[in-house]
Nanobody, 124 residues
Framework: QVQLVESGGGLVQAGGSLRLSCAAS????????MGWFRQAPGKEREFLAR????????NYAGFLKGRFTISRDRAKTTFYLQMNSLKPEDTANYYC?????????????????WGQGTQVTVSS
């Protein structure tokens, strides 16, 4: 089992920045990669970014256009999502997740463990 706890969400004005954190514990050695997703009311959960556990490879959703950056600390126990130039349409519940797989990283079904989510609200 891998336990994930997100933090760092909140209310921010359009154009502002937030950094989300995901603290990982438990059998983290079983994870190949960590991902960030978000889900807005009435919409499906969508992929944002992924980083391999080693930190050597990252992938992003194309629509982000460089606004978000995924990273990890050197101890590999905390993962981050730096979000810049936030827009009202970024308002959603943000989730981190752990995957044992190297493929289909943008599919929620590739992730075995999920955090409880942290709410991000961007005001116009």
């Amino acid at each position: 089992q891998v336990q994930l706890v997100e933090s760092g969400g909140g209310l921010v004005q359009a154009g502002g920045s937030l950094r989300l954190s995901c603290a990982a514990s438990g059998r983290t050695t079983s994870a190949y990669a960590m991902g960030w997703f978000r889900q807005a009311p009435g919409k499906e959960r969508e992929f944002l970014a992924r980083i391999t556990w080693s930190g050597g490879s990252t992938n992003y959703a194309g629509f982000l256009k460089g606004r978000f950056t995924i990273s990890r600390d050197r101890a590999k126990t905390t993962f981050y999502l730096q979000m810049n130039s936030l827009k009202p349409e970024d308002t959603a519940n943000y989730y981190c997740a752990a995957s044992r797989y190297s493929s289909n990283y943008d599919n929620t079904r590739s992730y075995d463990y999920w955090g409880q989510g942290t709410q991000v609200t961007v005001s116009s």
